[in-house]
């Protein structure tokens, strides 16, 4: 028999990481006020199953309704086999429709056979068709007093509210990863399976909250494991390949050293070993999260690392400013979001890395140069800057790839998130534009009407600017309306100093400017009588 089935919770004393659930379902039955329908939600493998048939045993013991079943006596045990007649277990996966849930409409009004209670446990409850959730909530509304319903499920959104609000609803939580090292490590000690603890911790957080996914894992790496060997961290990823949360700590490391050459190097031997680039910037970008919250309020790690975890996160945080923390969030973020769609996700990656290298160094003070000897050649020499003289412009560090049609599509919906974000009165010229190409450094946008040419014509820098935020380079924006002929230039219009009496009307510049744009369009659309 497998682990998760062998170590299944028989009491509510042994469901971890589940407290909350256990105290009020607890208590409930202490005070004997049970309800006749119960709903169950949260991830998988965090024990909506489990509680689910310890609530059936708790309700149909001979010592019941007690939150303490003995487990002993007949009822029970049967319970515990699959074998009673009273609790009867469905699967609404492969049971979701009309005619199913009519059957259980027509056996749920005969009495239970032997047990206080009749109980049915409905498992991935939101697998059900519209038709038969339809034919089930009158059964839910009005069941017979010797029916008791639990419902399970994981995406609890797609049951329709009718059956929601019939139901005690509790959510279940993903179980916190040193709750979860600490049930392996006992299971792994009664097992006789000789495991460190880093492998525990790494099983852990590929599991991601889920005991059961966690427990499966332990068994498959003991078989693998070479009989009588303690399993590591290098076990388990011949076992099940590299995950990015391997390389996502010295790739950190490397950044904040600045050593662009180093990062990419461990991008690149995460690329050898099978790593996935959207896993690994994934988890850079919890690595930067945890070490952004260890500078905040390092006792919130606590739950979602494991203690050595917790602790380099707190190490790690002195080198690193909140400023800059947020800025690798924000540059790690873009370049996932672009990795989805761009075909190239390693490149995204890259790119990322590097801009925040190069904006690193371009933050950083220049260190003094020393003045130039004479016996030195002035080719080869490098300039000392005199503190008289202009400050000398340097050319911008070059992105990794250049900007083309492709990325600029890729980005296009982070792109129209930015700019809509400053301006909503934007959003529908935009819905309205197509990326018509990239030619000599300016993104060429294809508008319907002369309306929505005039909308973006007066925020281009804005528009400007959000592309340059999400691919990281300098580009102009062409306007060209479905003819083929090129938006005519922004008029520059003068504006008066503001002083006391224009606050109030710049208030309503926004709405002024809809309006303009609104009777633009609608002269344009309307034809003359």
């Known amino acids: 028999m497998s682990l998760y089935r062998t170590w299944r919770p028989a009491s509510f004393a042994d469901l971890v990481g589940q407290d909350a659930v256990v105290r009020t379902l607890a208590s409930a039955l202490g005070s004997g006020k049970l309800a006749h329908a119960y709903l169950f939600s949260g991830p998988r493998g965090s024990g909506k199953t489990s ?45 979701r429709g009309i005619d199913e849930i009519r059957a259980l409409r027509d056996a749920v009004k005969f009495a239970p056979a032997a047990m206080r209670m009749k109980i049915y446990i409905i498992d991935e409850a939101h697998m059900l068709t519209k038709e038969g959730a339809n034919a089930f909530l009158k059964t839910l509304e009005e069941p017979p007093a010797h029916a008791l319903f639990i419902l399970a499920t994981t995406e609890p959104e797609k049951l329709p509210v009718t059956i929601l609000s019939r139901c005690q609803r509790y959510a279940f939580r993903r179980i916190p990863i040193p709750v979860m090292i600490e049930r392996m490590e006992t299971i792994a000690r009664a097992e006789q399976i000789p495991i460190e603890a880093a492998a525990l911790a790494a099983i852990a957080y590929r599991a991601d909250g889920g005991l059961r996914d966690a427990l499966t894992m332990l068994e498959q790496v003991a078989s693998f494991a070479d009989p009588g060997a303690s399993i590591t961290a290098a076990t388990l990823d011949l ?99 672009l990795a989805r769609n761009s075909g190239n996700p390693r490149l995204e990656l890259e790119t990322a890395l590097l801009r925040f290298v190069l904006a690193g160094e371009e933050a950083s003070p220049p260190a003094p140069s020393p003045a130039p000897t004479p016996a030195r050649p002035a080719s080869s020499a490098r300039r000392a800057p005199s503190p008289h003289a202009e400050p000398m412009v340097t050319a911008p560090a070059p992105r990794s790839g250049e900007v083309t049609l492709q990325r600029v599509r890729a ?13 909503q009165s934007l959003r529908a010229p935009l819905s309205r534009a197509q990326i018509d190409g990239v030619e000599r450094g300016a993104v060429i946008l294809k508008l319907p009407d002369s309306w929505s040419h005039q909308a973006l014509r007066e925020h281009l820098p804005l528009l400007e ?19 083929g002929v090129p938006a005519p230039p922004r008029a520059q219009v003068p504006r008066a100093e503001p002083d006391e009496t224009s606050s109030a009307a710049a208030n309503g510049e926004d709405g002024a400017e809809d309006a303009t744009l609104l009777l633009t369009y609608l002269t344009e659309r309307i034809p003359e009588a």
């Open 411 to 423: 980005g296009w919906k982070s792109i129209r998130g930015k700019v809509e974000s400053e301006r």
């Open 51 to 95: 509680a689910a048939k310890i609530l059936a045993r708790c309700v149909n013991c001979v010592n019941g309704p007690t939150a303490a079943p003995d487990n002993s006596c007949p009822f029970c045990l049967s319970m515990l086999a699959g074998t009673a007649l009273d609790v009867l277990e469905i699967d609404a996966a492969s049971n």
């Open 239 to 337: 076992a099940f390949g590299a995950t990015g949360r391997n390389f996502a700590g010295p790739l950190m490391d490397a950044l904040l050293a600045e050593d662009a050459g180093q990062a990419l190097r461990l991008v690149d031997e995460a690329a050898d070993a099978g790593a996935d680039m959207l896993v690994l910037g994934r988890a850079l970008i919890a690595e930067f999260r945890n070490v952004l919250v260890a500078r905040i309020d390092p006792e919130l790690l606590a739950r979602d690392l494991a203690p050595q975890d917790a602790a380099r996160a707190s190490e790690r945080a002195p080198a690193m400013t909140q400023a800059t923390g947020v800025r690798a969030l924000r540059l790690l973020a873009d370049a996932v979001a």
């Open 465 to 483: 600017s959000a592309i340059a935020d999400v691919l990281g380079a300098a580009m102009r924006v062409q306007l060209v309306v479905e003819s």
